[in-house]
């Protein structure tokens, strides 16, 4: 008998009924020299086990290109979890969800020209696939139970179900994973409901659900399709996620601890999503579609993945945890141990942001070289995962005033017409610019386009950033320069700063700084008074987006591993205009009004 076996009769752990109390908690949204505090309030909520995605994109920023240190350090995190006496379910991609940008899918599977299309049996898509694989596998089957590890379990694709109905696909994972030492139980997880279900699951591999509340409903299906499958809820969740400019998401604690508690009284074994939510740090949070089956209605997801989930964003227990506490105590194989407090807080002050220092005049220090074209290409053919694209063109004139129309407007943009500001256009919601006129001689058109999130759920995987065509009236502009500036960690290392004003501060995004003076490090909470849109960065780290103008976050959270004693470099890159610009360090998150 393997050390973890799936009977008809439940789990079994060395030969003993063993109940699967997971909480999901992703070691690539909180910080390593966290990742044991969090893992230990998981313990004291009375969970044992710690479930876990692999997002491709995070560990192959460019192709054959890896990386598994800090944040990405996913052996780390594994030795971790066994330290802390936790068992782990690992879900290893290549797809995973997880409001994480495109799914997890890196970006640059879109300037392939080979790959037709994502997750299926597109062969230059699988040929991907299967070399991150190679990397990937050994890492995680080393801490396999069967090993002398924690791993009980590991998951095949992700709510395959709800997207595509190559099973064949499926069983190329699954075998790919038993080829390269997974010998644990493989499982799938879907939606509980008819195709969603059914187009997910693959013959001798263990299947179970996803859902928030209904648990008999759920499990009542499952035995209907598995008979002879133990219910597992894959995914119970007790909170949800925030789009920018949305009202902010909670889930009622009494109301989730109920729901808990019946998914434990019919028996089953659950994995709550998310126990411990962490940050979308950097550009790494993803986006959703208001129809998922035509990819239309574009909603980019906030910068805070706290979830509602019962350890908070900066590792505090809640309300939550102590009504999930008290359902899971009476499941524990003896007292649970108390939850710790967490890392202190830094006493309140403000820093003023100054030194403006304008995109648009240190273009040269920081773009790509520019790329001409007939048509504006995407970040992705520029070799760019996220940040800024200058699109440069020339409108011929004279005119009269005709609408200008961006066609595939990824995702937002800041419009010049002969330098001067004349809009900004966003995706789905504001793709034009009404009554443009040129005068003879023309005008010279520039647009500056900001990626957000890529979509991570639906038809609308695979997004490709920047613009498609740009129209006047009917006519199609020709002859672009494009020049990309990826942002993302260490941005502000090559920003030449002291740089003297060009005057294009007046009409394009600007780089501000100040110091935080620090005793020691400890956690805070960040606020923009004066700020509209951008990105902040604490000693070269990126915190994420800011856009306080949108909401419903109006804070970012500051972990305090990124802090040292003494000086501390804040840098924000401010897109819409800042006055009175300045960061306030706060001991509360404002994620919105529910
Ligand atoms: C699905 C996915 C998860 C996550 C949740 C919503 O169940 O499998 O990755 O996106 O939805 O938070």
Redesign the pocket.
């Known amino acids: 008998m393997p050390p973890f076996a799936v009977t008809p009769g439940g789990f079994l752990l060395d030969g003993r009924p063993f109940r699967v109390l997971s909480g999901a908690l992703h070691y690539f949204r909180v910080l390593p020299p966290q990742w044991p505090q969090r893992l230990r309030a998981l313990r004291a909520m009375g969970l044992n086990t710690v479930e876990t995605?692999v997002p491709w994109n995070l560990h192959e920023p460019r192709p054959g290109e890896y990386d598994f240190s800090g944040p990405a350090d996913l052996d780390g995190f594994l030795r971790a979890v066994r330290d802390e006496g936790l068992y782990a379910i690992v879900r290893p991609s290549p797809y995973?969800?997880?409001?994480?940008d495109n799914?997890g899918l890196p970006w640059w599977l879109a300037a392939d020209r080979d790959v037709r299309a994502l997750r299926c049996r597109d062969p230059a898509y699988l040929a991907h696939v299967d070399r991150w694989y190679d990397r990937l596998v050994p890492v995680l089957a080393a801490h396999q139970v069967t090993r002398g590890g924690h791993v009980l379990m590991a998951q095949v694709e992700?709510?395959y179900g709800?997207y595509g109905s190559d099973t064949g696909y499926l069983e190329h994972l699954a075998a790919g994973l038993r080829a390269r030492g997974v010998d644990v139980p493989l499982f799938t997880?879907d939606?509980p409901d008819g195709p969603r279900l059914t187009g997910g699951t693959l013959p001798g591999v263990l299947a179970t659900v996803?859902f928030g509340s209904r648990p008999r409903e759920a499990f009542a299906a499952l035995r209907r399709l598995r008979p002879h499958d133990p219910p597992l809820c894959m995914?119970f969740?007790c909170g949800?996620?925030d789009h920018w400019g949305e009202e902010h998401v909670v889930r009622d604690a009494g109301d989730a601890a109920a729901a808990l508690a019946a998914v434990l009284e019919s028996g089953a074994s659950v994995n709550i999503?998310?126990a411990h939510g962490g940050t979308n740090f950097s550009t790494w949070a993803g986006a959703n579609t208001a129809d998922p089956a035509t990819g239309a209605g574009y909603q980019p997801t906030v910068t805070s993945y706290d979830?509602d989930a019962p350890v908070d964003e900066r590792g505090a227990v809640t309300e939550k945890f102590r009504a999930f506490r008290d359902v899971l105590a009476a499941y524990a194989d003896g007292p649970l141990p108390e939850p710790e407090p967490p890392a202190a807080l830094l006493p309140p002050s403000r820093v003023a942001l100054s030194g403006a220092v304008a995109l648009l005049d240190v273009l040269d220090a920081l773009a790509a070289p520019p790329v001409t074209a007939p048509e504006p290409p995407f970040f992705e053919e520029l070799g760019v995962a996220h940040g800024l694209v200058l699109y440069e063109s020339r409108v011929p004139g004279p005119r009269g005033p005709y609408p200008l129309s961006v066609h595939g407007l990824a995702d937002r943009a800041h419009v010049l017409v002969d330098g001067r500001p004349a809009g900004v256009l966003e995706r789905d919601a504001a793709e034009s610019l009404d009554g443009l006129a040129v005068p003879a001689g023309g005008s010279r058109l520039a647009l500056l386009v900001e990626s957000m999130g890529r979509v991570?759920?639906g038809v609308g995987i695979g997004d490709r950033k920047g613009v498609r065509r740009v129209l006047h009236d009917r006519q199609l502009l020709h002859g672009w320069t494009a020049r990309a500036v990826e942002l993302g960690h260490g941005t502000p290392e090559r920003v030449p700063w002291g740089a003297r004003a060009g005057g294009s501060e007046a009409v394009g995004p600007v780089f501000l700084r100040g110091s935080l003076e620090v005793a020691a490090p400890a956690d805070a909470y960040l606020a923009l008074p004066g700020l509209r849109k951008g990105y902040l960065w604490v000693n070269g780290f990126c915190l994420g987006r800011y856009w306080p103008e949108r909401g419903p976050q109006r804070t970012l959270y500051l972990p305090w591993p990124l802090l040292r004693a003494g000086r501390n470099e804040i840098a924000v890159l401010e897109l819409d205009g800042a006055d009175d610009p300045a960061v306030e360090v706060g001991h509360t998150p404002d994620p919105g009004r529910p």
């Open positions: 995605y995973v969800c997880a409001e994480w799914g992700n709510e709800s997880s939606g996803n995914e969740w949800w996620f999503y998310l979830y991570n759920y």
